[in-house]
T-cell receptor, first 115, second 111 residues
Framework: AQSVTQLGSHVSVSEGALVLLRCNYSSSVPPYLFWYVQYPNQGLQLLLKYTSAATLVKGINGFEAEFKKSETSFHLTKPSAHMRDAAEYFCAVRAGGGSNYKLTFGKGTLLTVNP | DSGVTQTPKHLITATGQRVTLRCSPRSGDLSVYWYQQSLDQGLQFLIQYYNGEERAKGNILERFSAQQFPDLHSELNLSSLELGDSALYFC??????????FGPGTRLTVL
């Protein structure tokens, strides 16, 4: 079974500041990990994914995440926040391999970017 | 635009009624997934279909059912609706084991 915990339901940063959104996972098998972004009144868009290759994963819009097995973490970062980054961010996990491809999502973190 | 389409965009209905949500996957994707997003439960996996066959079930109520047709579009049927069924329902599609692409969702309001 898999589960995801996102620490902080709301993160507020200033424009130009570092963005750090935290995600810890639990998985009984090697996981695949994902970060999705949801803008208001829209569906989910994939930012990046970890599928057991490089532990540092680069995604779209300047975001990246590092898979740390020892800490069971997959935190999302961006060096410099833009106003357009304001959205809700979801971390998700699924079992790597096999035939069960369902995604288990965290509760989400709402990112606010202040001018 | 993810290439996944969902209709209708909004649906308002009364308790006890039945509704059908429709999803068309991206061209070439054989897998379709349904998720429910609500304020109290967050994003929850409901069910997965692959090429017309049910592959996995999540937290789907017995009042809910789904199917995938030969042209690969999928429908989610919700019956005996309750106030608590009000939520955003997302469809996603993928090639086998690949990245899931999400549609824009159907917002269901049960009055």
């Amino acid at each position: 079974a898999q589960s995801v915990t996102q620490l902080g339901s709301h993160v507020s940063v200033s424009e130009g500041a570092l963005v750090l959104l935290r995600c810890n996972y639990s998985s009984s098998v090697p996981p695949y990990l994902f970060w999705y972004v949801q803008y208001p009144n829209q569906g989910l868009q994939l930012l990046l994914k970890y599928t057991s290759a490089a532990t540092l994963v680069k995604g779209i819009n300047g975001f990246e995440a590092e898979f740390k097995k020892s800490e069971t973490s997959f935190h999302l970062t961006k060096p410099s926040a833009h106003m357009r980054d304001a959205a809700e961010y979801f971390c998700a996990v699924r079992a790597g391999g096999g035939s069960n491809y369902k995604l288990t999502f965290g509760k989400g973190t709402l990112l606010t970017v202040n001018p | 635009d993810s290439g996944v389409t969902q209709t209708p965009k909004h649906l308002i209905t009364a308790t006890g009624q039945r509704v059908t949500l429709r999803c068309s996957p991206r061209s070439g994707d054989l897998s379709v997934y349904w998720y429910q997003q609500s304020l109290d439960q967050g994003l929850q996996f409901l069910i997965q279909y692959y090429n017309g066959e049910e592959r996995a079930k999540g937290n789907i109520l017995e009042r809910f059912s789904a199917q995938q047709f030969p042209d690969l579009h999928s429908e989610l049927n919700l019956s005996s609706l309750e106030l608590g069924d009000s939520a955003l329902y997302f469809c996603a599609s993928s090639v086998t084991g690949g990245e899931q692409f999400f549609g824009p969702g159907t917002r269901l309001t049960v009055l």
